[in-house]
């Protein structure tokens, strides 16, 4: 079951690059402290370096490795960051840091998917959702792109933006101006899915005028398929009906999307965080 590193794990030493046979030595094992397994030490035989079987891997230094796969399901369903932390009784500030880890992990298994482009499309759905950081008047947008087929989520980007309709003035008096950064967000997403766009892709949006020019900078061959916006319950009958569904999963599987929570957003880096998980749970990525 444990195998050595195949290199030395000291980026100064010889055998880091290129290990010659027989570079390292056995020197007994070490207990880890989750499950007080034997774990094999070695020592290279160049630097002296001593390293064990988990040197070097992802979840190198981890005390509680067995807990990622709960902790990142109980985030993509609903629960929220302190009850996960109950639940799998680990300390907030563990959480905190196993949140930021997974996330990571996400986005380089989105990266990865999006660089093979194994599965290209040739429609997908966009549109932005609403939400905010810590007040009302703080909000924050949600680009996100769908791909109806697999029901695989293609980008998702969170951007800032300021207070529309009554509570605009409240919110410049309060905080200021914000910046808009909606348009980036967005560009940022077509980017993604022209990774893995077909020749003939199609990108069905609904109305707002914006859409038109950030589609033809990203997507230069792309056609754009405009619906106008349905109000009331999702049904199949919606031309973005996909894209909607998402959200609707995204506003009951993430705890702080849910309307008029108490665990709403406090920084609008985590809730980015939190979507690039969302995303790898959805596309069924495997990072845990
Ligand atoms: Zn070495």
Redesign the pocket.
């Known amino acids: 079951m444990f195998t050595p590193p195949t290199t030395?794990p000291?980026p100064a030493?010889?055998?880091?690059r290129a290990p010659a046979p027989d570079?390292y030595a056995k020197k007994g094992y070490y207990r880890t402290k989750f499950d007080r397994q034997p774990v094999p030490r070695y020592r290279?035989k160049?630097?002296?370096?001593y390293f064990g079987s988990h040197t070097g891997t992802a979840t190198y230094r981890q005390h509680k490795p067995k807990a990622n796969a709960l902790i990142a399901k109980l985030l993509c369903s609903g629960v929220t960051m302190r009850r996960t932390a109950e639940i799998v009784g680990v300390s907030r500030r563990t959480l905190a840091k196993k949140f930021q880890w997974l996330a990571v992990r996400a986005r380089a298994a989105h990266a990865e998917y999006l660089k093979r482009a194994a599965y290209p499309t040739s429609y997908v759905q966009f549109d932005e959702m609403e939400t905010y950081e810590r007040s009302k008047l703080l909000p924050l947008s949600i680009a996100l792109a769908v791909r109806p087929k697999t029901g695989y989520v293609m980008g998702v980007k969170v951007a800032e933006m300021n207070c529309h309709g009554r509570p605009a003035r409240a919110s410049v008096q309060r905080y200021g101006r914000r910046q808009d950064t909606r348009g980036a967000a967005a560009l940022a997403v077509f980017r993604e899915v022209a990774m893995i766009a077909k020749p003939g892709l199609t990108v069905a949006t609904d109305k707002k005028a914006a859409y038109k020019n950030l589609i033809k900078d990203a997507l230069p061959d792309a056609a754009h398929a405009v619906h106008p916006s349905r109000k009331g319950p999702a049904s199949s009958r919606d031309p973005l009906f996909h894209l909607n569904h998402i959200c609707a999963k995204l506003r009951s599987d993430l705890s702080r999307l849910s309307r008029r929570t108490w665990s709403a957003t406090k920084k609008a880096a985590c809730l980015q965080d939190h979507l690039d998980l969302y995303v790898a749970f959805n596309n069924n990525y495997a990072i845990a």
Do not use: D, E, V
């Open positions: 030395c000291n030493c010889k055998h880091h570079w290279c160049a630097c002296g370096r």
